[in-house]
């Protein structure tokens, strides 16, 4: 959550955004950010419909911002292209995190298992991530092995 909220003040900054309020109004979520700088009511996780808006509004990958991975400015040349390990999402990788959550839902349901949402959001990330890398749609095969290992998460 620490990399997360840093990523948000690095956003208010280049926006020029002072307050939690104006950066809710910019992102088109409502009263997080005051939560989410607040120990008193902050919680362990952020929900995937807000990253994507907030991934979406400030052309942001989400792996900036849960990672604080830096990517490759979108302008660089087509020689260094190649050298760039980065993973910024294009508009068919949203429909795909769409299609991992409710396959993961749909399993969980089907197997009646009720889990945390970080630990379901750490399921989400690993099947997500193993489809982009093997570039695969997600199925019952590749959730079940990656939700045994996301019991390892408290």
Known sequence: M??????????MIEEG?????????A???KNKVARWFNVKYRANSVEIDTLLSIAKRF????????FGQELAPKDRVAETASTYDARQPAPVDIE???????KVEDWLNRARLQISTRR????????FEHC????????????????????RVP
């Open 2 to 11: 620490d990399i997360f909220l840093g990523q948000i003040k690095k956003i």
């Open 59 to 66: 052309d942001k990958s989400l792996d900036w911002l849960v």
């Open 17 to 25: 955004l002072t307050k939690g309020v104006e950066f809710d109004r």
């Open 120 to 127: 379901t959001g750490v399921l989400v990330s690993m099947v």
């Open 96 to 102: 795909l995190i769409a299609e991992v959550v409710d």
């Open 132 to 151: 982009v890398v093997e570039k695969v749609h997600p199925d019952d095969d590749i959730i079940k092995p990656y939700y045994i290992l996301s019991r």
């Open 27 to 29: 992102a088109g979520i």
